[in-house]
């Protein structure tokens, strides 16, 4: 099990509502990928009610905002933990 520390973030990504428009990928590809279906998966992500969910590192935190701000449908959140 992943220890969440202070160096680390949560991503909670809701795929469900996912429209395919690949910009997450593009722009945080180690924690996001475009399944065989076009749209997008979180990596090794686990899952949480309606979300997947990920620890992600905080060292990465500007690429998984600006994902997160980015997506059209709004379903990126980050969190401390
Ligand atoms: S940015 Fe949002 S809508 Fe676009 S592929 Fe990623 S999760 Fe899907």
Known sequence: MTKVTRAHLVIRHKALECIGC???EETAP???RMDESGMAQLVDG???GVFHKVVALKIDEAELDEAAEGCPVDIIRISAQ
């Open 30 to 32: 180690q924690y996001f």
């Open 22 to 24: 690949c910009l997450c």
């Open 46 to 48: 686990i899952p949480l």
